[in-house]
C-alpha cells in the first residue's frame, strides 16, 4: 500500500482548473519529486495534500485512511508536513524560536530531542540559535524552514520548491541534507524546478503539465532522457 495515493484529483481556482485529473503515488521510503513549469500545478498538489486547497474532485490517501475532507491540524498531527515555496520563516523571531513553532503539536519532552536533531542536520543554525531568522542568509533562512519542518517529526515531508533563489553550492548542500533525510526513514515529496539536481536525489518523478501528470518513470530513466531534457526542461538536465 503506498503511503501517499492521489487519485484523479481536480482543483479550480475559480473557472480555471489548476489540476486535470491527476493520480500519483509515494511509497514508503522514496524521494519522489514533482517537475513543470511555472503554473504546472506542482504548489496547488501540495497545497491540496494538506487540506489547504479544497478539492473539486478526486481523493488523496494517506497512511491508508482519506485524507481529502481532512484539515490541515490533522494533516501535521499525523507526521504529513509541508515546508512551504518562499521559506515564509518569522523573520523577527529567532531560529530557535523558529524551530520551537515548529513543535507546537508534539509533547513538550520530545522539543528538546528534535532540537538535537535539527541542530545536528543545519550545525549552521546552532551557530545562530539566537539570531533572529530575518537577517540568515537565503540558504540559512531555506536551513531554517527544513529544520521547522522537521521539528514536527514528519513521516511524509512535503517540500515545495527548497533550491529557490539559492546559489549552486548551497543548493547541493540542501540537497544532501534532504538525502540524509531520507535515509534517516523520512519519506519525501518534493516539488522542484531544478530539474538536473532534483532527478539526481530522486527514485521517481512526476511531470506536470499545465495540471495533468504528462510523464512519470524513474529519476535516472528521466534524467538522461533526451526528450525530456529538450522538451520539457530546455536542456537543464543535460
Known amino acids: 500500500m503506498p503511503l501517499l495515493s492521489i487519485e484523479d484529483l481536480e482543483v479550480n481556482y475559480g473557472s480555471i482548473q489548476a489540476l486535470r485529473g491527476i493520480s500519483l503515488e509515494v511509497n514508503e521510503g522514496e524521494i519522489i519529486t514533482l517537475l ?11 497545497r491540496a495534500i494538506m487540506g489547504l486547497k479544497n478539492s473539486a474532485k478526486g481523493k488523496v490517501s494517506y497512511n491508508g485512511v482519506d485524507i481529502t475532507k481532512k484539515d490541515t491540524e490533522y494533516m501535521v498531527k499525523n507526521g504529513l508536513i509541508l515546508s512551504p515555496e518562499g ?33 545536528e542536520l ?11 531568522a530575518g537577517t540568515l542568509s537565503g540558504g540559512e533562512q531555506q536551513m531554517l524552514a527544513v529544520g521547522r519542518a522537521m521539528m514536527g517529526k514528519p513521516h511524509l515531508l512535503l517540500l515545495d520548491e527548497p533550491s529557490l533563489g539559492l546559489a549552486p553550492m548551497i543548493v547541493s548542500e540542501i540537497f ?9 526513514g523520512t519519506t519525501i515529496l518534493l516539488v522542484e524546478q531544478n530539474a538536473r539536481v532534483a532527478l539526481k536525489h530522486s527514485h521517481r518523478a512526476y511531470v506536470l503539465e499545465t495540471g495533468k501528470i504528462v ?21 537543464l538536465v543535460s
Open 215 to 235: 510523464l512519470h518513470n524513474k529519476a535516472e530513466i528521466l534524467l538522461n532522457s533526451p526528450e525530456v531534457q529538450e522538451v520539457y526542461f530546455g536542456g
Open 176 to 184: 544532501n541534507m534532504l538525502m540524509r533525510i531520507n535515509e534517516m
Open 87 to 119: 521559506r515564509q520563516v518569522f523573520p523577527r523571531f529567532t531560529v530557535k524560536d523558529n524551530l520551537v513553532m515548529g513543535a507546537y503539536l508534539r509533547p513538550d519532552d520530545e522539543v528538546e530531542e528534535s532540537l538535537h536533531l535539527v541542530f
Open 36 to 46: 513543470g513549469a511555472n503554473g504546472a500545478g506542482k504548489s496547488t498538489t501540495m
Open 122 to 132: 543545519f550545525p549552521k543554525l546552532k551557530d545562530r540559535i539566537g539570531q533572529t
